[in-house]
């Protein structure tokens, strides 16, 4: 009697016809790095490309994150350009979001992370005891992976961070700032004739551009998106991408992205991030004809991810 389980047996068939044997999860990484030639091991603080620039609106040097004893950031130096949009790509758990959220300090709230490091805005560092977070929050807005509108009408989601940060003193001045909000997330024609229905009724991509308008409405200097459209279809997914280059005449934008098509077609640098290292950043175009370390070309040619 045959008395290996069906997942064993399935295993030792597959050997013995000489198919490869698809490597179990919880190995993958393991045997990864191990199959790697000695060049592409991974120096803790090195980042092959161009990681800084000449203009940098956040210059962030000597990174470190964890979470309790893991560590999910590993000493990484960037600079992120001033009105720029820059992409993160890499695995999963491979870092990106986490390093996205430090930007305007999202892991505070986390109590068993711990974030080191200079992070400067603007030459501010953003993490002095004295730093207001609202204030940091509404120059450094975020749109998640998910839409998620307050469950209010259309015009009181725009409304409502101008409102609390008391940018408009009138009715009128609200109504001008939801308006060319709406208009910049090139959302205006498809919601100015329903301001009053609840946002919740929208589709998912007209409830990601909302969620963009509502970032934009406080005015902000950079915009982060953790995978803006990894919910959306296809044409709400065009939609969005086309506004992300619209925005970056104004904004400085930084996306996590899986798609690596879509890192292609929006961003002016891509950054690749690999087991909480920042292993290579240059120019888009670069990094997906030309990648410099073999881990990244690894990645972009689908040996692994």
């Not at 300090?105 to 005891?129: A, H, P, T, W």
């Not at 229905?197 to 934009?216: D, E, K, P, V």
Request: proline share 5%.
């Amino acid at each position: 009697m045959n008395t290996m389980s069906p997942s064993i047996s399935a295993e030792a068939d597959m050997q013995s016809k000489g198919a490869a044997v698809p490597v179990p999860e919880h190995k993958r990484k393991d045997t990864l790095m191990e199959d790697k030639p000695e060049d592409t091991v991974i120096e803790e603080g090195k980042t092959v490309g161009k990681p800084f620039t000449d203009n940098p609106k956040f210059k962030l040097r000597n990174v470190d994150v964890s979470y309790g004893a893991d560590r999910a950031i590993k000493n990484i130096s960037l600079d992120i350009g001033r009105n720029e949009v820059i992409a993160f790509i890499g695995p999963s758990g491979c870092g990106k979001s986490t390093f996205l959220r430090c930007l305007n300090r999202m892991n505070d709230s986390i109590e068993i992370c711990r974030v080191k490091g200079s992070f400067e805005l603007d030459g501010q560092n953003i993490y002095e005891s004295k730093r207001d977070v609202v204030e940091l929050r509404a120059r450094v807005g975020m749109v998640f992976q998910k839409p998620n509108p307050f469950p209010k009408s259309i015009y009181d989601n725009v409304a409502y961070g101008p409102r609390i940060h008391g940018l408009a003193n009138r009715k009128s001045e609200l109504d001008d700032i939801v308006e060319n909000s709406l208009r910049k997330a090139g959302l205006w024609n498809e919601a100015k004739d329903r301001l009053d229905a609840m946002a919740t009724g929208m589709s998912g991509g007209q409830q990601q551009r909302l969620c963009i308008a509502r970032a934009i409405a406080v005015s902000p200097e950079v915009i982060l998106m953790d995978e803006p459209c990894s919910a959306l279809d296809p044409i709400a997914t065009a939609r969005v991408e086309e506004l992300i280059a619209e925005m970056s005449e104004s904004y400085t934008i930084v996306i996590v992205t899986h798609s690596m098509q879509q890192a292609a077609r929006v961003s002016n640098r891509t950054a690749y991030f690999h087991m909480g290292h920042l292993v290579e950043v240059n120019k888009t175009d670069t990094v997906f004809t030309s990648p410099q370390h073999p881990l990244t070309e690894s990645y972009i040619t689908g040996r692994f991810g």
